[in-house]
T-cell receptor, first 115, second 113 residues
Framework: GAGVSQSPSNKVTEKGKDVELRCDPISGHTALYWYRQSLGQGLEFLIYFQGNSAPDKSGLPSDRFSAERTGGSVSTLTIQRTQQEDSAVYLC?????????????FGPGTRLTVL | GENVEQHPSTLSVQEGDSAVIKCTYSDSASNYFPWYKQELGKRPQLIIDIRSNVGEKKDQRIAVTLNKTAKHFSLHITETQPEDSAVYFCAASRRAAGNKLTFGGGTRVLVKP
């Protein structure tokens, strides 16, 4: 079946502009996670959604970052007034649910470059 | 919050030899420990995981051990092959906290033929 998909695969933007990154989780997966992978570094948790519950935003680095998940499926991560330090690969993952030991399946990522 | 340390950062082994990667975690409440393999330019993929009520788990050439008392866990790859070359990430999470993963810094493994 189809895995997690993300778009765009690459995004180049100018400092100060807003960007939107999209994630399509695996059908039927109720949990959706966003992570960030900076060059040469590990993966950093940003935010997760479980069903219709309020998202856990504890990993968002600043109030310029926000995310929403419409209809319990597609999610959009928005970064306002982008800064050069926002350059990274943004990875989305989904799992059957967040309340059990379920594998998180990752998407291919969106490589964001802020000039 | 949780903090995961991973060592070594790079590991070079001869084909056929074993590779061992070690991780320590800080939150004693963490109860799920997956390992992900990320090939160059690809997405991370789960290769093995272990829950806190288990001390060891094997899957063919891969094994993971967990020491809850010492708060460390290790990945063992035996009979390494060139296709094992990749970056490996350990992670820790708590089911009660939504299983959001805290990752180690990664280990770049190079298997020399």
């Amino acid at each position: 079946g189809a895995g997690v998909s993300q778009s765009p695969s690459n995004k180049v933007t100018e400092k100060g502009k807003d960007v939107e990154l999209r994630c399509d989780p695996i059908s039927g997966h109720t949990a959706l996670y966003w992570y960030r992978q900076s060059l040469g570094q590990g993966l950093e948790f940003l935010i997760y959604f479980q069903g219709n519950s309020a998202p856990d935003k504890s990993g968002l680095p600043s109030d310029r970052f926000s995310a929403e998940r419409t209809g319990g499926s597609v999610s959009t991560l928005t970064i306002q007034r982008t800064q050069q330090e926002d350059s990274a690969v943004y990875l989305c993952a989904s799992s059957l649910s967040s309340d059990s030991y379920n594998e998180q399946f990752f998407g291919p990522g969106t490589r964001l470059t802020v000039l | 919050g949780e903090n995961v340390e991973q060592h070594p950062s790079t590991l070079s082994v001869q084909e056929g030899d074993s590779a061992v990667i070690k991780c320590t975690y800080s939150d004693s409440a963490s109860n799920y420990f997956p390992w992900y393999k990320q090939e160059l330019g690809k997405r991370p993929q789960l290769i093995i995981d272990i829950r806190s009520n288990v001390g060891e788990k094997k899957d063919q050439r891969i094994a993971v051990t967990l020491n809850k008392t010492a708060k460390h866990f290790s990945l063992h790859i035996t009979e390494t092959q060139p296709e094992d070359s990749a970056v490996y990430f350990c992670a820790a999470s708590r089911r009660a906290a939504g299983n959001k993963l805290t990752f180690g810094g990664g280990t770049r493994v190079l298997v020399k033929p």
